[in-house]
């Protein structure tokens, strides 16, 4: 039997497992699904609930010295960051017309970020594969969130030097708080998660030539940094991303979160066969449907069918596709993991009582 972490770190290497690992995306908990493992499970607390699925990756936040504390699972992606906002409409840069005005703009100070007890942690989980997240510090989205999304995209194709100013600004910040962390985290931490969002399920929100050009140079220089302390890459971005895979590829990334099948272009035999053994593949278990309403016997059948599309070339991690979504089943989850778990007898859903 293999632990945890030598499971994971099996997957990225594409050897033969034990089992197929798994795992909740982000090791996030959210208000309903801990709700649910309280009231049915007797868990305490979101880590009791990993501990109770038994998921095979532990998560590691940058911390903000300006946030209070105790943080006990803090989110992944900083909302009290002032470039953070849900309301994309209108950016503080928005009526920026200079170079020198988006780099004058009060940017996030790098200072206030602050690496987690690796060791400590280590100590605290030595089986289990540790996940650093540096913090959301988005290139493209938090370009967005600045001019605000339509200021964005019109300044991409009609005043590109402001937009990749405010790229570079991003970059330059992002890639101090990331020496810092992956400093501390090197001999504790297996995996680095790096993250933005550029695609709705359709399509990418800007030319792939576009994101080749604005995006991809400063994004390998954060994949290189993190690859030369000895820590896999794990990239997030929803949604439609097939055509830059080649590219995520070429920069060293080594696997991409969340893997969305329901996205155009990312169903999992495809997927399998053109990218399989060069990126692992984390996630595609739907969360609209599937794990939402879905039965548990078609959890059971879509575990079995990522799992049957990656049998050739492995580099899977069963997960949610995505988190925080209140109608997601505890149940489901439940089941999700517990089929993981059994990968020698998928052929009949598990019949225990959930």
Not at 115 to 139: E, K, M, N, S, Y
Not at 232 to 241: M, N, Q, T, W
Not at 322 to 330: E, L, M, Y
């Amino acid at each position: 039997m293999m632990t945890h972490r030598e499971r994971v770190l099996r997957t990225f290497r594409f050897q033969e497992t034990d089992r197929i690992a798994y795992d909740l995306m982000e090791g996030a908990v959210w208000a309903e699904l801990l709700s649910y493992f309280q009231a049915t499970r007797g868990c305490a607390d979101p880590l009791a609930v990993l501990d109770y699925l038994d998921t095979d990756l532990r998560w590691l936040w940058i911390m903000d010295r300006t946030a209070p504390l105790p943080q006990s699972q803090p989110e992944p992606r900083g909302s009290s960051e002032a470039i953070v906002s849900k309301h994309v409409a209108v950016g503080p840069l928005a009526d920026a017309q200079t170079v020198a005005e988006v780099e004058a703009y009060a940017w996030p100070d790098p200072a206030r970020w602050v690496p987690p007890d690796f060791a400590q942690a280590r100590q605290r989980w030595p089986d289990h594969a540790l996940v650093f997240l540096p913090g959301w510090r988005p290139l493209f989205w938090g370009t967005c969130e600045a001019f605000g999304v339509e200021a964005a995209l019109t300044n991409l194709i009609a005043e590109p030097a402001l937009f990749e100013a405010a790229v570079r600004c991003i970059h330059e910040r992002y890639m101090d708080g990331l020496a810092r962390g992956l400093q501390a985290a090197r001999g504790y931490c297996d995996i680095c998660w790096l993250g933005d969002d550029f695609s709705s399920q359709q399509a990418m929100l800007l030319r792939p030539e576009h994101w080749r050009r604005f995006i991809k140079p400063y994004l390998a220089e954060q994949v290189q940094l993190a690859r030369s302390h000895g820590l896999y890459v794990l990239y997030h971005s929803c949604g439609a991303v097939r055509p830059v895979l080649p590219d995520l590829i070429d920069i060293g990334i080594n696997g991409l979160l969340v893997f969305q099948t329901k996205a155009r272009g990312m169903d999992a035999q495809s997927i399998a066969r053109d990218f399989g053994g060069r990126l692992v593949f984390y996630g595609g278990m739907d969360v609209q449907y599937l794990l939402s309403f879905g039965s548990t016997e078609e959890v059971w059948a879509e575990v079995q069918a990522n799992m049957q599309a990656f049998s050739r070339c492995g580099g899977y991690v069963v997960a949610n596709s995505h988190h925080r979504v209140a109608t997601i089943s505890g149940r489901n989850i439940e089941e999700m993991c517990r089929a993981a778990r059994q990968v020698s007898d998928l052929s009949q859903p598990s019949s225990e009582d959930a």
